[in-house]
């Protein structure tokens, strides 16, 4: 398959399935329900999806209704959960496609309610809880609030349209080993399950229970329950320096190729604002790539990137579509020559990235452009390409 080498993300589809197996013997005997929100975290969802769905994968999160039809759309045909708030309007959409929708207050499970009412068939939902993490659920974040937060559930059993098959909740600091914050976690965790036996015992047991993101099912493979929702562990990364899985590997790398290449005099100034002179004469290759295709320019004469596996540091400031590195040391380096910008030997690592620009793996990954082709290969063969902008 063919694509215009000028900036392009490439995926290793046998490291996804690999870390997708990983996670599954890891969670056992839960069921791993793989977290493809934001186009697979910027992997491309349509491929990612077929992938996982290929290894076995039967669950998949999104965060909204658009992400979920799309996967449709795509051939996905297991269970879709969003994640996130749906229009009520859009409840035949929901119904339509088969889609859970989360359900996250009162108010709201009303208001799904009135809509699906009349309909052929009731809305899948689960029922998400606030057990500290302060972002959408029904309030169960202090022990005086759960027997208040189980009727409320219940009373969710009792509305027409409506088919509660989950309940889950989402760790707010899991991915730290403080232990203020593990602490809270083990705190999160009983909250949850002093709930869940609440609603057990107004009569209500929800197929599908959950609670661990990726940092709760490496650090407490135990209290899997029946779901899990592994995200960043998926793509190769893990969720912070401190809760780490051993045995990912790595399903992104960044690629460019040198446009030109000229040799600064000593004195002589690079990019906006001149902000790398050169002290000596100095070679300077300019990549095809640059802020608006994800690149931080936080990483202005900090990044380093590398070609056939030598380090090239970035020089001044990295441009919009552009950005220099010094190839002083690479003496056969040329235009045309691939360029790997993050994530092979030589380059700094997703996560050197994230560090560098004061930012996490996530929204690094989450920024590649569209404009960015993804190159998916197996077996180290091209397999797939997809492009936002027409093919040429």
């Given at each position: 398959m063919h694509f215009e080498k000028h900036c392009w993300a490439e995926v290793n589809l046998d490291a996804l399935v690999h870390n997708f197996q990983l996670l599954s013997r890891h969670a056992q005997p839960a069921t791993?329900?793989?977290v493809v929100k934001a186009g697979a975290y910027g992997h491309g969802d349509a491929v990612i999806c077929r992938t996982l769905q290929e290894a076995g994968a039967q669950w998949f999160a999104v965060s909204c209704l658009a992400e979920a039809v799309h996967l449709r759309g795509c051939g996905i045909e297991g269970e879709i959960l969003i994640l996130g708030h749906t229009d009520p309007d859009y409840v035949p959409e929901l119904i339509r496609h088969g889609l859970t929708q989360t359900v996250f207050s009162t108010s709201y499970a009303q208001q799904l309610s009135q809509r699906a009412t009349g309909l052929p068939r009731p809305i899948s939902c689960h029922?998400?809880?606030?057990?500290?993490?302060?972002?959408?659920?029904?309030?169960?974040?202090?022990?005086?609030e759960i027997p208040h937060c189980a009727a409320e559930l219940a009373q969710c059993y009792a509305l027409p349209g409506?088919?509660?098959?989950?309940?889950?909740?989402?760790?707010?600091v899991a991915d730290s080993t403080q232990p203020s914050d593990e602490a809270y976690t083990k705190t999160q965790h009983n909250q949850f399950c002093q709930l869940q036996q609440a609603l057990e015992e107004l009569g209500?047991?929800?197929?599908?229970?959950?609670?661990?993101?990726?940092?709760?099912?490496?650090?407490?493979?135990?209290?899997?329950?029946?779901?899990?929702?592994?995200?960043?562990?998926?793509y190769g990364c893990n969720p912070s320096a401190e809760v780490t899985l051993e045995g990912l590997l790595p399903v992104l790398t960044l690629k460019t190729v040198i446009s030109q290449v000229k040799t600064l005099a000593p004195g002589e100034g690079v990019s906006y604002g001149l902000h790398f002179v050169a002290e000596r004469p100095t070679r300077v290759a300019t990549l095809c790539i640059g802020y608006a295709d994800g690149y931080p320019r936080l990483l202005s004469n900090r990044g380093i990137c590398s070609i056939a596996g030598s380090p090239a540091p970035v020089l001044g400031r990295v441009c919009m579509d552009q950005m220099m590195v010094d190839i002083s040391h690479i003496p056969g380096a040329q235009?045309?020559?691939e360029v790997t910008v993050f994530g092979g030997p030589g380059a700094d690592s997703l996560n050197q990235v994230a560090k560098k620009a004061d930012t996490?793996?996530?929204e690094i990954m989450c920024a590649l452009a569209l404009r960015v082709p993804?190159?998916?290969?197996?077996?180290?063969?091209?397999?797939?390409?997809?492009?936002?902008?027409?093919?040429i």
């Open positions: 791993v329900c793989c029922l998400k809880v606030d057990t500290g993490m302060g972002r959408l659920g029904f309030a169960a974040r202090h022990p005086e409506l088919r509660i098959t989950g309940l889950y909740q989402h760790f707010a209500h047991r929800p197929q599908w229970i959950h609670c661990c993101n990726t940092a709760g099912l490496i650090q407490h493979p135990e209290w899997g329950m029946d779901l899990v929702r592994p995200g960043i562990a998926l235009p045309g020559d996490i793996p996530y993804r190159v998916y290969r197996k077996q180290g063969q091209v397999v797939s390409v997809s492009e936002y902008l027409n093919k």
